[in-house]
């Protein structure tokens, strides 16, 4: 069966500093890798999906970068950190049931505070 | 733009009584919809999906869920609720074809199940 992970599971980190979230993803090969963010109050946004290793999109701008130096690790990134990017940031990964139809399953997520 | 609404954004009910948590989408053809529910500090789980076919698609939980064309409405129901159940729903939508299953969330909707 499938799983993924990430960690940490909680971050407190100050403003300006660097970030690194993982995120792994064990019994698939090459997924389709998503990031979201979850901020307070609010839905789902997709940040970045990989459809393999070194191939990112980003779906709105901001101050946040993704890699996939692997087939099944998906990392998200920020350089300097700001108060906004704090919120519940949830990796997954997709299952192909047919062309164009897919299943994502979702990571237990971390939890961000910029302070 | 593509978007997913959820109308209501907390309701409450009583342990045992009948739910119906609202989803309606927006998009230029029938897209593909999503369930998920999600507890507090938790990743998400898949409830259900509608692909095509039969409009009643059945989940996990006891929940099941219907689609109507006409009213661009994906509504999740369960006949009788139990304490566990409360958490918070999210209804999904993706466009499936190059869209390689990226989601569009709706804000979600808060479940508080009463004794």
């Known amino acids: 069966s499938q799983t993924i992970h990430q960690w940490p599971a909680t971050l407190v980190q100050p403003v300006g500093s660097p970030l690194s979230l993982e995120c792994t993803v064990e019994?698939?090969?090459?997924?389709?890798l998503y990031w979201y963010r979850q901020a307070a109050g609010r839905g789902l946004q997709l940040l970045f999906y990989?459809?393999?290793?070194?191939?990112i999109s980003s779906e709105v701008p901001q101050n946040l970068s993704a890699s996939r130096p692997q087939d099944r690790q998906f990392i998200l990134s920020s350089k300097k950190l700001l108060l906004s990017d704090s919120g519940f940031y949830l990796c997954?990964?997709?299952?192909?049931?047919?062309?164009?139809?897919?299943?994502?399953?979702f990571g237990p997520g971390t939890r961000l505070t910029v302070t | 733009a593509q978007s997913v609404t959820q109308p209501d954004i907390h309701i409450t009910v009583s342990e045992g009584a009948s739910l119906e948590l609202r989803c309606n989408y927006s998009?230029?053809?029938?897209?593909?919809l999503f369930w998920y529910v999600q507890s507090p500090g938790q990743g998400l789980q898949l409830l259900l999906k509608?692909?095509?076919?039969?409009?009643l698609v059945q989940g996990i939980k006891g929940f099941e869920a219907e689609f109507k064309r006409s009213q661009s409405s994906f509504n999740l129901r369960k006949p009788s609720v139990h304490w566990s159940d409360a958490a918070e729903y999210f209804c999904?939508?993706?466009?499936?074809?190059?869209?390689?299953?990226?989601?569009?969330f709706g804000q979600g909707t808060i479940l508080t199940v009463h004794p």
């Open positions: 998009y230029g053809a029938t897209p593909y």
């Open positions: 999904a939508a993706s466009a499936g074809g190059t869209s390689y299953g990226k989601l569009t």
């Open positions: 990989s459809v393999g290793i070194g191939q």
């Open positions: 997954a990964h997709s299952r192909s049931l047919s062309l164009g139809l897919y299943e994502q399953y």
């Open positions: 509608y692909f095509s076919g039969d409009t």
């Open positions: 019994g698939t090969s090459n997924p389709n």
